[in-house]
């Protein structure tokens, strides 16, 4: 930490120019912007909770879902990469038993670090994401004491960026940082998120968002052990192949589809207990087809056998998309990438709430794509699916075309023309 004057002398200055390029893959021209971002943050910061002799910056970037739709709940693979959108935080010690986050737009979180237990009544609320993340510190042997934060957010709400993901792994960030020694390795931050969300929050949730949240870059990840998830960097410039990375809001909200995301692994799992396991992975892919017609029989579910076959085969996409990317072979990786999108209208069937049938944005999204593209670039729904966004691989030749034609039916502003971020969660020192 350090006094809050030198922090926003250096950034004004430009002593954070260096780094602020190099984690947003920004120019010099717009560099300046970031700095003011963080100093505005500061302001907030002292604003809300009065001036600090010293202060702390953190940050924790959104994710985007490349490879393996759906496909880490059931222990598979995975490729996904951290984006220059990010929530950031000015965060200073308090001196108090009490840990207290404000979020622009939001209602002060206020935690006292004697209460740590799982609160009912705060499912589906950011307080308890903060909660679980501080008791999975403290499980560890670490002694959380009372910090404030202000933080501010670009990474778009139900985007299928996983704002919560970023919010969960830039709270892990600051605690690490704070109280841990830097200690506590990312891919541990990352399943400490995963279990703030599913135990305090009440959401069923895979590792990928959190992971490559706190991770950072591009990454392939095997779930099959989620104790230890094996962790590698791929390496993916989409400037060499002339394409940039387009995230489309479909205009549609996520809100209220808690329950159309808790059945594609409810789904999957009562397939995997067919065969008396508790994941697909562990499911023998020739033995799950030779038992089809015995699967249906049994479950009278034909949605689930779909979304198994469309498991089986995204798990092995991902997988082919990281050979296809580390062999150079960027037409095989844009091939790989429609054929998941397809799959994932097809069989696992997350394009659209079945309970309300006449809201498909996201399936409008993908026709403009297909319309506009043709046989080039590539397109897929983003992350969780039934609403939010559709990822897109643009050659760069079109690209003003592309987004002005979405842009025409969709509105300004929809069409996010993003950059893959070099590292995960991270304190600007």
Same mark, same amino acid.
């Given at each position: 930490?350090?006094?809050?004057?030198?922090?926003?002398?250096?950034?004004?200055?430009?002593?954070?120019?260096?780094?602020?390029?190099?984690?947003?893959?920004?120019?010099?021209?717009?560099?300046?912007?970031?700095?003011?971002?963080?100093?505005?943050?500061?302001?907030?910061?002292?604003?809300?909770?009065?001036?600090?002799?010293?202060?702390?910056?953190?940050?924790?970037?959104?994710?985007?879902?490349?490879?393996?739709?759906?496909?880490? #709940?059931? #222990?598979?693979?995975?490729?996904?990469?951290?984006?220059?959108?990010?929530?950031?935080?000015?965060?200073?010690?308090?001196?108090?038993?009490?840990?207290?986050?404000?979020?622009?737009?939001?209602?002060?979180?206020?935690?006292?670090?004697?209460? /740590?237990?799982? #609160?009912?009544?705060?499912?589906?609320?950011?307080?308890?994401?903060?909660?679980?993340?501080?008791?999975?510190?403290?499980?560890?042997?670490?002694?959380?004491?009372?910090?404030?934060?202000?933080?501010?957010?670009?990474?778009?709400?139900?985007?299928? /960026?996983?704002?919560?993901?970023?919010?969960?792994?830039?709270?892990?960030?600051?605690?690490?940082? /704070?109280?841990?020694?830097?200690?506590?390795?990312?891919?541990?931050?990352?399943?400490?998120?995963?279990?703030?969300?599913?135990?305090?929050?009440?959401?069923?949730?895979?590792?990928?968002?959190?992971?490559?949240?706190?991770?950072?870059?591009?990454?392939?990840?095997?779930?099959?052990?989620?104790?230890?998830?094996?962790?590698?960097?791929?390496?993916?410039?989409?400037?060499?192949?002339?394409?940039?990375?387009?995230?489309?809001?479909?205009?549609?909200?996520?809100?209220?589809?808690?329950?159309?995301?808790?059945?594609?692994?409810?789904?999957?799992?009562?397939?995997?207990?067919?065969?008396?396991?508790?994941?697909?992975?562990?499911?023998?892919?020739?033995?799950?087809?030779?038992?089809?017609?015995?699967?249906?029989?049994?479950?009278?579910?034909?949605?689930?056998? /779909?979304?198994?076959?469309?498991?089986?085969?995204?798990?092995?996409?991902?997988?082919?998309?990281?050979?296809?990317?580390?062999?150079?072979?960027?037409?095989?990786?844009?091939?790989?990438?429609?054929?998941?999108?397809?799959?994932?209208?097809?069989?696992?069937?997350?394009?659209?709430?079945?309970?309300?049938?006449?809201?498909?944005?996201?399936?409008?999204?993908?026709?403009?794509?297909?319309?506009?593209?043709?046989?080039?670039?590539?397109?897929?729904?983003?992350?969780?699916?039934?609403?939010?966004?559709?990822?897109?691989?643009?050659?760069?030749?079109?690209?003003?075309?592309?987004?002005?034609?979405?842009?025409?039916?969709?509105?300004?502003?929809?069409?996010?023309?993003?950059?893959?971020?070099?590292?995960?969660?991270?304190?600007?020192?």
């Amino acid at each position: 930490m350090r006094s809050v004057n030198d922090t926003k002398n250096a950034l004004t200055a430009g002593k954070y120019n260096d780094k602020l390029k190099y984690l947003y893959s920004c120019n010099e021209a717009e560099v300046k912007e970031y700095a003011q971002r963080y100093i505005d943050v500061i302001d907030e910061f002292e604003n809300v909770f009065g001036n600090a002799e010293e202060i702390a910056l953190f940050s924790a970037p959104g994710r985007t879902e490349i490879g393996g739709n759906h496909t880490d #709940h059931q #222990h598979g693979c995975v490729l996904a990469g951290s984006v220059n959108l990010d929530v950031i935080a000015a965060v200073g010690l308090n001196g108090t038993n009490t840990v207290r986050i404000k979020s622009k737009g939001y209602e002060m979180d206020v935690i006292d670090l004697d209460d /740590l237990e799982i #609160h009912e009544d705060q499912f589906d609320k950011a307080i308890a994401l903060i909660r679980g993340v501080i008791k999975s510190f403290v499980n560890l042997g670490y002694e959380v004491k009372g910090f404030d934060a202000y933080t501010i957010s670009n990474v778009l709400k139900g985007s299928g /960026l996983s704002s919560s993901a970023a919010f969960e792994v830039l709270v892990g960030t600051i605690i690490n940082g /704070l109280f841990a020694n830097g200690e506590v390795s990312p891919v541990e931050i990352a399943k400490f998120g995963q279990y703030a969300e599913n135990v305090y929050y009440n959401k069923p949730s895979g590792l990928m968002d959190q992971m490559a949240s706190s991770v950072g870059s591009v990454v392939a990840i095997d779930f099959n052990s989620t104790e230890k998830p094996v962790v590698s960097k791929v390496e993916l410039d989409l400037k060499k192949h002339g394409h940039a990375l387009c995230i489309i809001d479909s205009g549609a909200d996520h809100a209220d589809l808690t329950d159309e995301y808790a059945t594609i692994p409810a789904d999957m799992k009562e397939v995997a207990q067919f065969f008396d396991r508790d994941y697909l992975r562990q499911v023998d892919e020739q033995e799950f087809y030779a038992n089809i017609k015995n699967i249906r029989s049994a479950i009278n579910n034909d949605r689930a056998v /779909l979304r198994a076959i469309h498991f089986f085969n995204d798990n092995r996409r991902a997988q082919d998309e990281v050979e296809a990317l580390r062999n150079n072979d960027f037409e095989l990786f844009r091939s790989l990438i429609k054929e998941s999108g397809r799959s994932s209208y097809m069989y696992l069937q997350n394009v659209f709430a079945s309970s309300m049938p006449e809201n498909q944005a996201v399936s409008l999204t993908l026709a403009l794509c297909d319309e506009i593209l043709g046989d080039r670039g590539a397109y897929r729904v983003h992350g969780g699916g039934f609403a939010g966004t559709v990822q897109a691989f643009v050659p760069f030749d079109i690209l003003d075309e592309f987004k002005n034609r979405i842009e025409a039916v969709l509105g300004e502003g929809m069409c996010h023309v993003l950059s893959i971020r070099p590292i995960g969660g991270y304190e600007l020192k």
